[in-house]
């Protein structure tokens, strides 16, 4: 949601990623302190540290956590034009903790 324009349109800035983390982590915080009974944190998380900050926050203010991984099973393409070399390093660097 960072890089939505106030038109709808998804304008990606990867010189930005570093605020667009910081203020999802914030955004998430602040719903949990507002008390909001479910919060859904959609993100391109491909390693377990990356959602550390997210499972400390859900300990510390008595959230549960629940994790979905959605699968590219019908091959389509990502709606935010990251290139396929991208794409690929990714998907190497993926964990799964099952």
């Not at 926050?57 to 935010?80: F, P, Q, T, W």
Request: aromatic content about 12%; glycine content about 8%; charged content about 30%.
């Amino acid at each position: 949601m960072y890089f939505m324009d106030a038109g709808g349109n998804y304008a990606f800035d990867a010189s930005k990623i570093k605020d667009a983390h910081a203020w999802c982590r914030h955004s998430v915080m602040d719903a949990m302190k507002d008390g909001y009974r479910t919060i859904v944190v959609s993100n391109t998380f491909t390693q377990e540290w990356e959602m550390e900050a997210y499972y400390q926050l859900a300990d510390e203010l008595g959230y549960r956590v629940i994790s979905m991984i959605v699968e590219n099973r019908h091959g389509g393409k990502n709606l935010h034009g990251v290139p396929d070399d991208k794409l690929e390093i990714m998907k190497n660097r993926f964990e799964i903790k099952l």
